[in-house]
Each structure stands twice: as C-alpha cells, then as structure tokens.
Antibody, heavy 124, light 106 residues
Framework: ELQLLGSGGGLVQPGGSLRLSCAASGFTFSSYAMSWVRQAPGKGLEWVSVISGSGANIHHTDSVKGRFTISRDNSKNTLYLQMNSLRAEDTALYYC?????????????????WGRGTLVAVSS | DIQMTQSPSSVSASVGDRVTITCRAS??????LAWYQQKPGKAPKLLIYAASSLQSGVPSRFSGSGSGTDFTLTISSLQPEDAATYYC????????FGQGTKVEIK
C-alpha cells in the first residue's frame, strides 16, 4: 500500500526549531520528487518546499527561504524538513506529498499521494 | 508569482444538481492545472490533472476544462459524498493553490 507517514510536529516557541520526517512506503521513493505542503488552521493550501528524486534540485517558497531546509535519505525512504527560526505564521498542518508522474508528461507538479499531516504550532 | 483565484468561495446545491467552480490564473499557465478535493479532517485528494485528465478512481461526474488563464471544475450530478472544499493548483511554475471553494449539500 502506498503510504506517507509524517512525524516530528509539536509546540515550539517563536525562534525555535523542529525537524519533520516523512516515511514513505509502497513505491520506489528515490524515483519521485517530493514536496511539503502546509495548511494553516482553517485556511487554504500553501506549497512550501520541493526536492528532486536524487536530492540534487531543491526549491523553497520565498517566505521560508533561509529558514527551512528540505532533504531526503533514499536509503531510508524518508523525507525531512528542518525548520529553524520558526514564526507564529508557520503554524500549520504540514503534509508530505509525492509528485505525480504519468506517461507522456513533461510536468511533474501534481501531487497524487498525501500523508495525514503533522501539526506544527509556534507560540509562546 | 502566479496567483490563483477561485469563485465562488462557497456554493450550496441539492443532490443531483450541476455544480461549476471556476479558477483564474494571474498569467497564462497553458493546461498545467489540477483540482483537489478535501473533506474535513482529511488530506486533499487529486481529482483532475492537466486541466481535464481524470485521475484514476475518480467518478466520471467530475470533469475539468480550460486553458490559458480560465479553468472550470464541473460536478455533473452532485452527490452527498461530494460535500468538501475544492482547490485548484497551477503547475506551470512551482505550485500555487487557489483559496478554495466549499461545496455544501442543501
């Protein structure tokens, strides 16, 4: 069964750090780009970070550049998000998502598998 | 950055009704657009990709159309299980989501 299991969320003070993990199973992890997408309480979806299958290519949304780092360990089928200098506006449910590859496609920016989400709360 | 604007923000319709949600991109995105369904307390689910391609396992009452800047998601005959929030997402330049459209059953 295809599955993404996020962990590592919690309550942290402003300026603090957290490391999220996402364990993947049921597919060849190293073959797919992966992203983190977040959703603030009662709000919409916001893409945060992406990493290519090899880990060579990485992008972050502007609001987290210099503070968040996405990485992956293909030997452990695990995706990570290191979050530093956390702010109240980073409070959200963080989803680990798999990019969708389909025959004939040149665009891999659709998300076909979502984890259950891990909650990050930044508050003093 | 590409901005995505959905309308309406909410819609209430009866079982069997046809429901249409629109999504407008701030610049042309060809057909690089997806639609997701999110039920309360659940992760989003991919319904449509490449503007009009139905994801495997998604009921055929869902359809997508459009290209360039204007896109539409249509539910041809609304069912009780379709109550959810629907998001569009541009896939032309990284990813940006619309603000969501809540579909309620009368």
């Amino acid at each position: 069964e295809l599955q993404l299991l996020g962990s590592g969320g919690g309550l942290v003070q402003p300026g603090g750090s957290l490391r999220l993990s996402c364990a993947a199973s049921g597919f060849t992890f190293s073959s797919y780009a992966m992203s983190w997408v977040r959703q603030a309480p009662g709000k919409g979806l916001e893409w945060v970070s992406v990493i290519s299958g090899s880990g060579a290519n990485i992008h972050h949304t502007d609001s987290v550049k210099g503070r968040f780092t996405i990485s992956r360990d293909n030997s452990k089928n695990t995706l990570y998000l290191q979050m530093n200098s956390l702010r109240a506006e980073d409070t959200a449910l963080y989803y680990c998502v798999k990019h969708y590859y389909y025959d004939g496609s040149t665009n891999y920016w659709y998300f076909d598998l979502w984890g259950r989400g891990t909650l990050v709360a930044v508050s003093s | 950055d590409i901005q995505m604007t959905q309308s309406p923000s909410s819609v209430s319709a009866s079982v069997g009704d046809r429901v249409t949600i629109t999504c407008r991109a701030s610049q042309g995105i060809f057909s690089w657009l997806a639609w997701y369904q999110q039920k309360p307390g659940k992760a989003p689910k991919l319904l449509i990709y490449a503007a009009s391609s139905l994801q495997s396992g998604v009921p055929s009452r869902f359809s997508g159309s459009g290209s360039g800047t204007d896109f539409t998601l249509t539910i041809s005959s609304l069912q009780p299980e379709d109550a959810a929030t629907y998001y569009c997402q541009q896939a032309n330049s990284l990813a940006t989501f619309g603000q969501g459209t809540k579909v309620e059953i009368k």
